[in-house]
């Protein structure tokens, strides 16, 4: 979670809880008490989770009660009998209550309301789910091509590339130029700057901050359907919160004369991508590693689910075509990018200064026969100080390959987080930003004792 969503709901006054019924633990925020008036429940909508009423009830008075439950995208009879199991524990069914639901939050308000009618006193649905429409949508048009196709084709139902991404957002907002607006003003605000590099039939395209200096360059890798903003909530300097009547700031968690640089991977974002070519995770790898030769000693990799061999090769030519080849860099990734950044590890451990691994992939069978196990196949191999940071909730990686590596590599350390599943840096961007940077400056500082000595 970042730290706006943080401080909204600080603003907000709204507070998160947890309820544990049968086998689920409901989360959901809450502000106000019962009173004479009912109380709201509000559903939010595919892909979405509860934060996305906060700008909503920003325009709301204090003295409403509400409550907002994390519906899973589910079929509708499960996720209405999920939500009368959460009316049941949390007590809404003592009184009707006003449902409020978006998208598919709305298919399964419009259902509760049918099956349970003495519990709701009103509602609303917002362009929900579920409706045979006398129109057919852009958006189920592409998912039936997409399910006619057996997922043999790309659409934007399924976004993979930044230009496919940018076409969903499009079918879902009349004016989604905001969203871009977004990520440029936080680019802007933490001193980012997006560079392009050309590498034989390859255009990279990246963000850097910093210049080189005496430390060590930090290059960090992302993971599956993610692109190199994702690490803006890992480096991004504290917005100011209020607590009471006093205002505060959260500090700086990188340091601004760290040099970082973000890259997008060949296929994704603003980078070429070369039909007919192998992905596999080794030649992915290898192309970075290319990407050095101009001196930017920090990158960050749109990695995709691809088997290992042509990851590392891309991630070879991006190292070489940048020039972070000149000293020994600290390599982080996460989940794809966890297991392509241990890959390139151990292929090339002269480079590799040090290495953190946030919950990687590389342990079951992925989508080749080609990347199955890779990393666990390689993980003896890796001889850099490493950090492995894994959730324990992890329900994408199991956790267990935390134990695993450790047993492994022979200098590194683990960092299990309490309540944390698989996207670390989303759910605890200010825990993992404090994980990373202590673990750099411990193998720095470590570093320099041994120089002394």
Not at 182 to 208: A, H, I, M, P, W
Not at 331 to 348: E, H, K, P, R
């Amino acid at each position: 979670m970042s730290t706006v969503t943080k401080t909204k709901r600080l603003k907000m006054g709204v507070k998160v809880k947890y309820l544990n019924n049968e086998g689920y633990q409901f989360s959901y925020f809450t502000r106000g008490e019962p009173g004479s008036q009912p109380s709201v429940l509000m559903l939010h909508g595919f892909s979405l989770n509860k934060d996305m009423w906060l700008n909503t009830i920003e325009f709301w008075k204090e003295g409403i009660r509400m409550g907002e439950h994390l519906t899973k995208e589910q079929p509708q009879s499960l996720c209405s009998k999920c939500l009368f199991q959460f009316v049941q524990c949390a007590g809404l069914n003592h009184k009707p209550f006003h449902l409020v639901g978006m998208s598919m939050g709305g298919m399964v308000a419009g259902v509760y309301a049918a099956l349970y009618p003495a519990h709701i006193s009103s509602l609303a649905l917002f362009c929900p789910a579920g409706v045979r429409y006398l129109t057919d949508s852009e958006f189920f048009a592409q998912l039936r091509e997409l399910i006619f196709s057996k997922g043999s084709v790309e659409n934007t139902v399924i976004p993979v590339t930044e230009e496919q991404l940018e076409n969903f957002v499009k079918l879902c907002l009349y004016h989604p130029i905001f969203l871009k607006i977004q990520v440029k003003t936080k680019r802007l605000s933490l001193g980012v700057k997006v560079k392009y590099l050309n590498s034989e039939d390859y255009r990279f395209r990246y963000f850097t901050r910093g210049k080189p200096g005496s430390q060590p360059s930090v290059l960090m890798l992302h993971g599956f359907s993610l692109n190199k903003d994702m690490w803006l909530n890992t480096i991004e300097v504290g917005l100011p919160f209020i607590l009471g009547w006093v205002m505060l700031a959260w500090p700086w968690v990188f340091p601004k004369d760290l040099h970082l640089v973000c890259l997008d991977l060949p296929g994704h974002g603003g980078t070429t991508r070369l039909l007919g070519e192998s992905h596999t995770a080794l030649a992915q790898a290898k192309r970075i590693h290319q990407f050095q030769k101009e001196g930017i000693r920090v990158g960050e990799y749109l990695m995709k689910e691809q088997p290992q061999s042509l990851c590392s090769q891309c991630l070879f030519q991006f190292v070489q075509c940048a020039g972070l080849n000149h000293n020994p860099f600290h390599l982080v990734g996460i989940s794809m990018g966890g297991m392509v950044a241990g890959i390139y590890a151990t292929l090339y451990p002269a480079h590799v200064f040090s290495l953190a691994l946030l919950c990687p992939a590389g342990f079951l069978d992925l989508t080749s026969s080609e990347s199955r196990y890779s990393l666990h196949d390689n993980m003896r191999k890796i001889k850099a100080p490493t950090q492995i940071i894994w959730g324990k909730d992890d329900k994408v990686f199991d956790s267990s390959g935390a134990g695993i590596l450790a047993a492994a590599i022979p200098n590194s350390q683990v960092h299990l987080l309490e309540k944390c599943g698989h996207f670390i840096t989303l759910e605890r961007p200010r825990t993992s930003a404090r994980l990373l940077l202590e673990f750099y400056k411990s193998v720095c500082d470590s570093a320099k004792q041994k120089k002394v000595a």
